[in-house]
């Protein structure tokens, strides 16, 4: 289990650094500082949200639905926080940034 724990952990942060910066760039992201951060803040947030929803598949069975939106939603509240004071990409607003980003990694996530 250890080996699948880590595997998943690493393809789910480069899955989710691909998607979120692509989408970034869509939306005018240009500076180099401003994906810098947004791949720090992912490497903060996706982990952990990973490995919950990883032992909890483990351990029971596919997570419920009401588990995968809360963790989502604490991860983009978390990342807006983060993005808040050292963003300087101004043009769509922190949380929504966190929200459309987060988006297009769950969805990609699901579609892949």
Excluded: K, Q
């Excluded at 351990?59 to 990342?79: D, K, N, S």
């Amino acid at each position: 289990m250890p080996a699948e724990l880590l595997r998943s952990l690493f393809t789910c942060l480069a899955l989710t650094l691909a998607l979120e910066l692509g989408a970034a760039w869509l939306l005018g992201v240009r500076r180099g500082r401003d994906f810098l951060l947004l791949l720090l803040v992912n490497v903060l947030t996706n982990p952990p949200l990973v490995l919950t929803l990883d032992l909890y598949y483990f351990a029971h069975g596919m997570p419920p639905w009401y588990l995968i939106a809360v963790l989502e939603a604490a991860a983009v509240v978390v990342e807006a926080l983060l993005l808040h004071r050292r963003l300087t990409y101004s043009r769509i607003p922190p949380l929504l940034l966190s929200f459309l980003l987060n988006a297009t990694s769950f969805l990609g996530g699901l579609l892949l």
